[in-house]
């Protein structure tokens, strides 16, 4: 009811000219009548009555809740009379907001945005956990097939569960061959995922078996891309790895499940898979095959996480009862898919979210600060409106309407502040932020920057609107239109004080964050980035079955590579250090025979060539590297890390001592060497137990995935020309993937920190500058009341000094309350972003007092400008000064 | 010698004449108001314009310009089904407390 009467006054609003005309012609007809009836113009127009009067009264009804047309009208205009106020509090305002709906809308984009999945919250994945108080440094296991095939048949609870696997494929036999990053995985998994292809179908169970394999489904980019979005595509053969595939389906446009970014780092998942094949698990019985395998799985409609946690508990403790001798390592734990998308982002980004919520505070107290000044001066024009007959509702009604005008146009400018920085997150914000590209100024984020304004609005009106209109007529005539009212003062510096507590709270965030910072960039990673390039390497194992051929091809490549001018050193590993880690494997100490099993190290294991360490820059620490002379005829040697020589040879040269892999197949290996730690996946993890194996020798596994490594004095783009070449010469059908110098890779684990930190300290600036404001404000409006005693004091011999030091004292109260009730809040909150830091405590002291000063410093300063003011003033002026 | 029409009843009047002549303008409803009742009740223009601007925006009412039989310019009101109805709630409780206070009166 009441909204069709909304929507006739709207209509009225609308049309205004239409409807007053209609009523100003309407009573101009009634008066003809009345006239042409009495004859007397004069007495008809006595009985109409005042017709501006009237007309107003009708004007009246139309309004929307009567008065606000008019409110906004005046609060415009007033709004427009205080140019610079108007300016400043949009300013702060819109930055606040803007800021605000930038982050909220990467908060909507990755937490609240279902996943693109029907009913997504019962797709769920399965992780093996590690044993309690391993030291694997994983947080999570892969899962190996025999394992698999229990939990299939214990978790009833599940509708489909589905296996996959990262792998990469040559595609060859186009024009130039492409590596592609693939996912192997089971007819399971996109039944787990409920998604459907946008062109041609999936693999049936039949069809993901060995021998039956060879069929492909494409991402909508790789169909686009190399395809040329042929709609003839399905039944096309490819040829990938040397085996020929058929197409049968190209998925929709976005699907690109799992991207490294949402799955543990340790499972080396492509940054956007490319396509998708059959797994194909052999069936029983089971080889020996390491465990490189993640799980997803759909539960039946209202099964919960829980539920499904008991199932995978059921699943460890049949797996425990079957293999006792491996007992522990079963356990597990069920994720959903929508906290493992958002997993590492939340905290950040809520933190964020945090943060800029605090600037938004500060922005809407120092807009608070600024109306109650401004209403001092105004009180003048309230008592005169009070005179008039405005009552108090009246007048608190015109002063919100004021800040909501504000509050809107700030949230006007705040939507283009967002965009602009919603659009900088894009273009330099960390690539793995999972589906930052799905963020948008969507209705959901308008929604919000409506509410943050309108919300703001109030906030900041209110508390002033009501304190104005305390000021009635009868005090303003009693106090001379001077006395600071004591309540409003108090209020003035509760909220100055507020914003530098908080502006502190932020500072020292963003302090922290700071000088951790720094501290991972000084961290020494292990090796040298500098004017290294590296390539990945990937064989079709069609044509390289056999060692010896892979071998050939090693040796054939390096030598070419060795020869290009600039080169200094090239080598061959399975890694290279920040592109994820190896394998890691149990190792026997052959001279610690009496050692207990379970103490035994276990180490990541790198094949690696000779020249590698020279070219990725790992220093040698003591004996020697791995050289052209260890070949398969030699005795078997091995270089072991730092950490893995220290922790595991305490007290002892581990020089020519023996390392044996688990399987006594594998003869022991020689300890010739050894290397400084390294880091693998990021600066911030802590040192690991390696163990590096030459390529001649190595016992296990295939190579047919290998990271190249080359270090040259050329520069990259040069060197990349050579690089191409060298391996066209060695193959002509190899591709060169992801040939990337090694600083940027190392550079790319930095952007999510460095981001993080920039994000953070321009908001801690941010708040320290909007409180700086404040305090200018509230300081140089407390020297302009003060004038005539300030004309006093000099007149009675008070020194230039003297009033300097009033001023100055007066701002250091408001800042030294501000920063200890700061500090005290710091100490609280700091904690909970501990697990951001590195190689610094919360509560640090260097960055608490360092913050403080810096605060008290430039509080001290925007207190200077008024008090040097104050201290210019003629004493004869500003004894007149009213 | 005229009288104010009591508080409240306004609307009343000018929807039970609308109902009961149809389409007016409003100089036609003032007169009609105080012709029927007599000469008693005078409707003021002051009053009578807020009125039906209050009645078109609660939707009681409609308004459309057209042309008297003297073919003058004239703004005619028309009753909405909204409006028959408040009428009709409008009497219901006008009759419920007239019927009231007579007793009163007439007990008294």
Known sequence: MWIAELWRRLRVLLDRDRFERDLQEEMRIHLEFLASEHADRDAARRRFGNSTRLREESREIWNIGGSLWRDVRYGLRSLAKARSFTALAVFTLALGIGASTAVFSLVDAVLIKPLPYPHPDRVMIPWRLPPPRSDLGLDELPWGILDLRVFERTATLFEHIGAFKSDSFNLTGMGEPELLEGIRASAGFFRALGVEPALGRFYTNEEDSPGREREAILSDRLWRSRFAADPNILGRAVELNGFSYAVIGVMPPGFAFPRAAEMPGSFNFPREPQLWVPLALTPMPYPTQPSDLAVIGRVRPGVSTAQAQAQMDLCTAELDRRMPQAKGWFRGRVVSLEHQVAGGTRRPLLLMLIAVSVVLLIACSNVANLLLIRSLGRSREFSLRAALGAGRARLVGQLLTESLLLAALAGAGGLGIAAAGLDFAKRFGPPNIPRLAEASLNLDVFLFAFAASLLTGILFGFAPAIEASRHTLIETLKDGARGSSGSRSRLRSGLLIFQVALALVLAVASGLLTRSFRELVRVDPGFNPHSVLSFTLSLPSSRYSETSSITALFDTLLRHLRAVPGVESAGIGETVPMGGTGESTVVRIVEHAGDDPKQRPDAVYTIASPGYFAAVGTPLLRGRLLAESDTAETKPVTVISKSLAERFFVGENPIGKHLALGSPRFPPMEIVGIVADVKHLSLREGPAPEMYVPYTQKPYPSMLVMRVVVRTSAGPRAAAGYIREAVHASDRDLPVAELATLSSIVDQSLTQPRFAMLLVAGFGALAVALAAIGMYGVISYSVTRRTQEIGIRMALGAARSDVLRMILIQGARFAAAGITLGIAASFLVTPLIAAFLYGIRPADPVTFAGVSLLLAAVALLACYIPARRATRLDPTLALRHE | ?108
């Open chain 2, 1 to 108: 010698m005229r009288d104010e029409i009591p508080p409240g009843t306004l609307y009343m009047l000018i929807l039970k004449t609308l109902a009961r002549r149809g389409e007016m303008h409003g100089f036609e409803i003032a007169n009609a108001i105080q012709q029927i009742s007599g000469e008693v009740l005078q409707v003021e223009e002051g009053s009578l314009y807020p009125a039906l601007q209050r009645m078109l925006i609660k939707g009681w009412l409609t308004a459309q310009w057209g042309a008297t039989r003297e073919n003058r310019r004239a703004r005619y009101y028309r009753l909405t089904r909204a409006g028959r109805k408040q009428l009709d709630a409008e009497l219901a409780q006008y009759r419920r407390v007239s019927h009231a206070i007579f007793r009163v009166i007439e007990g008294a």
